[in-house]
C-alpha cells in the first residue's frame, strides 16, 4: 500500500458528508472552524491522506486528497461553468490527452481550462481566447492556485479576430455564437481534429450543426447528459428525488482534410 504523507503546503480535502467538504492548505497550526467544531488541520502533517480527525464536538472528518475536479469546483466563477457530467463526456470525445493542443474560445472563469490543462500536461498546451479582461483575471487567478498555469495561454481577444496555434489537435467552443467561430477555430485545428461545443439552448445548436457541416465537418453529434443519482441502501435503494436540471448540450464534429480552411 503506497501512502503519501501530506506535506507542509499540501491541500487536503477535509470531509464530512456529500454535502460538507472543505478545500484547505495544510499549515503548522492551521484550525478549521465549522458548525461541527474546530478540526485540527495542522495536526494532519506527516500523517497519511485519508486520515480520520474527529472536531473539538466530536464529529467524525477526513483529511483525504483532493483530486482535480474537487479544486475546480471549488474555482471562483464569474460566469457560467462547465459541469463535471459534462467535462466527463468532452474529455472522451474530443480525445484530449497528455501531449495535445488545444484551442479554447471563450474561457470564462476557467473551469473547463483547467480540466482540459489537467489532461493536456506535461507536454501539451492550451490556448484559451477571453474578449473581456474582468473574467480572463479571474480565470488567471483560478489556473494560478491549481497550479496550471504553466500549461495555458490566455489570450485577451475576441477569437473572432483570428486565433493564434495552426497545429491544434482539439478546439473548444462556449460562446453564446457558437456558429460564428467555427471559421475562425478551423484555421486552427490539424484535419482530424474533434471540436467540442457548448450550448445552452437548441436554437444555437442549430444554427451551429448548420454552419459545421457547411464547413466541411463530419461525424456531427449532438447530445445532453443526463445524470441520475442512486440512493443507495441495502433493501430501499432507489433513484434519488432530485436531479440536475439541464446544463448545456454539447456538440461534437471532427474537421475533414477537405474541409474549408
Ligand atoms: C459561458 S462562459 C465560458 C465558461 C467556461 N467554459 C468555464 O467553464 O468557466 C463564455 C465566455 O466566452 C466569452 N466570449 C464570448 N464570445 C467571445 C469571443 N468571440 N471571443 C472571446 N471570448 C468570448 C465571454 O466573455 C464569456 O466569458
Known sequence: LVRRLIEEGDHVLVYLDRRRRWLVRVTKGAKLHTHEGVVDIGGTLGQ???????????????????????FLMKAERRTQVVYPKDLGLIAVKTGVSPGATVVEVGTGSGVLTGFLANLVRPDGHVYSYEARPEFLAVARRNLEKLGLAD???????????????????????????PWL????????????????????????????????????????????VIVRGLEARPGMTRPAMRMIGHTAYLTFARKTASAKE
Open 48 to 70: 497519511p491522506f485519508g486520515i480520520r480527525v474527529d472536531s473539538t464536538l466530536g464529529a467524525t472528518f477526513y483529511a483525504l486528497k483532493p483530486i482535480s475536479i474537487d
Open 151 to 177: 500549461y495555458v495561454t490566455l489570450v485577451g481577444r475576441d477569437a473572432k479576430e483570428g486565433l493564434e496555434p495552426r497545429d491544434a489537435d482539439a478546439g473548444i467552443i462556449d460562446v453564446g455564437d
Open 181 to 224: 467561430l467555427v471559421k475562425p477555430i478551423s484555421a486552427a485545428l490539424v484535419a482530424g481534429a474533434v471540436v467540442a461545443a457548448i450550448s445552452p439552448t437548441m436554437n444555437q445548436v442549430e444554427k451551429l450543426v448548420v454552419e459545421l457541416s457547411e464547413e466541411g465537418y463530419v461525424d456531427v453529434e449532438s447530445l445532453e
